[in-house]
């Protein structure tokens, strides 16, 4: 950042010695080139420079606090809509006006103390005109940034974490159900509400930033074989270590109630990176008010996301009203929201994040560092967890129960042979079918490989009628099958005769009898007026 010297340089000798005033410094000079290096020594005065910050109004002193708490700079509009512009106007309109001692914002305050420059700086994201103080200003006031340096928000009170949730390892068996319905094909339609707690397209953008899938959703099969296998520690560190670098993984798109258009990109990692350093800074092991945290990012950093300051040129729809969320009016419901998904939804998902609420069922209002975060920061597994030793039953009816606690690689490999029922009291619901394993065989699975796999689990035992079921699909494949259809009696069988010689014929799939028919399903009405205009009313 330029120093004092290149700050004040080019400034008029009206402006030096209203800042000389300011600062109680004598400024005799008979022009401008003079008097810089005499005011700039005055300026460099530690005890002086700290004294002029301490007797600064409030909100400018917040202001110089707000350019500490960010390495000494702001971007200028985000800057100026937290403090106030500086107005443009010339010597002669200044020395009439004298805004130094009327000035009509705290930017104009710290302005005409010296205290801010504004340039253009080439940083990323892109270049922009920023607040600054100046370089060697900062090194004298660097130290107050330490003792003032505080975490966004505030703690919790106690009635608002009455009622904590948890972190789990549930995301490992959402992945591991989301893994093999991927390599079994099956529409996530089919068990998303039954199984999973975590929304499928979070699941789906988590797996392909750790590389278990590619961009077309198909599996990585030694990627998958190395998550399956690895214990919990190292599986749920291998996923917080995909999210926190990835690119790919675009958390404002996953923000529940938006809709997004257009092509703009938003840098989902920088806004990730800012989001956990802010969150690193809290208090261990202290609940700490979510409310308060995302308030205090709008007051400190509302730019976190934001290039330059830009809240015009994404285009971000409310999905209930369908109005666009342009401006920084709207910063409630795209980046405040966005705070809201990262805090209670992939850091607590992962293991990171604990969460509260005031009363059962509530929203979450509370959140705190969980016991595994210390490690899971370092992208190390945690320690202390149990290894996975669930129990697996298989019924005579071809009914298998699996606990959640079970070998992870063990469902993922039973439950591609199978149907998918329901998750319920953390025992996962499954039943070997002749269309389950006709799916399967579209995989390359046969019912002898589903015998294998179950004959090498310890202690696991295998109903002889079940084994005896898949030896007679492997061989014959469907032996029994049922079906839903209407059953049409009719008191003699001239009435068949005739639906049979009629149009409708096609609609009958089965003649038990003479006087007894099977009706398609969904065909009912159409046999129904069929023998209404053969003269046959239908009860």
Known sequence: MPDLFHTLHGHDLGFLKIIARAWGLELQAPDADTALPILIAGMSNRLLAQEIIETLPTLARQAVHALLDNEGQLSWSLFCRRFGEVRTMGAGKRDRERPDLNPASPAEVLWYRGLIGKAFFNLPPEPQEYAYIPEDLLAILEPLA???????????????????LPVSLRILDDTCTLLAAL?????????????????????????????????????????????????????????????????????????????????????????????????????????????????AVRERQPDFQRPAGDYDSWFIRHAETGSYLRGFSSWDEVDGDLLQFIISGPLHWLGMVELAAPQPGADPVAFRLSQWAGMLWEDNPPKGFTAETGSIHINRDGTIRISQHAPRAERYQISRFCEWEILKNGVYH??????????AAKQGLQPTHLHTFLSRIPDLP???????????????????????????????????????????????????????????????EKVRNALAELGYLVD
């Open 183 to 295: 390599r079994s094909n099956l529409p996530l339609s089919s068990f998303e509400d039954e199984m999973l707690a975590i929304p499928s397209p979070v699941l789906i953008g988590l797996c392909k930033a750790a590389g278990l899938i590619d961009g077309e959703q198909n599996p990585n099969l030694e990627k998958l074989r190395q998550f399956l296998e690895a214990d919990q520690a190292q599986a749920l560190a291998m996923l917080v270590k995909a999210w926190k670098s990835s690119h790919s993984f675009n958390d404002l798109r996953f923000v529940p109630g938006l809709v997004f258009e257009g092509e703009w990109q938003n840098d989902a990692l920088q806004t990730r990176t800012v989001i956990l350093s802010m969150i690193r800074q809290l208090p261990a092991e202290s609940w700490w008010s979510l409310p308060a945290f995302i308030q």
């Open 430 to 439: 499954y039943h070997v079918t002749p269309s389950s394993l006709e799916r």
């Open 462 to 524: 295998i109903p002889p009628s079940l084994l005896k079921a898949l030896n007679r699909f492997e061989k014959r494949g469907t032996q029994a099958w049922l079906e839903k259809a209407t059953l049409l009696r009719v008191d003699t069988p001239e009435i068949i005769e005739a639906l049979q010689k009629s149009p409708a014929a096609r609609h009958i799939s089965d003649v038990l009898n003479p006087t007894t028919v099977l009706v398609k399903a969904g065909k009912l």
């Open 146 to 164: 330490i003792e003032n340096s505080v975490p966004f928000g505030t703690p919790a009170f106690s009635e608002k974490y009455q009622h904590p």
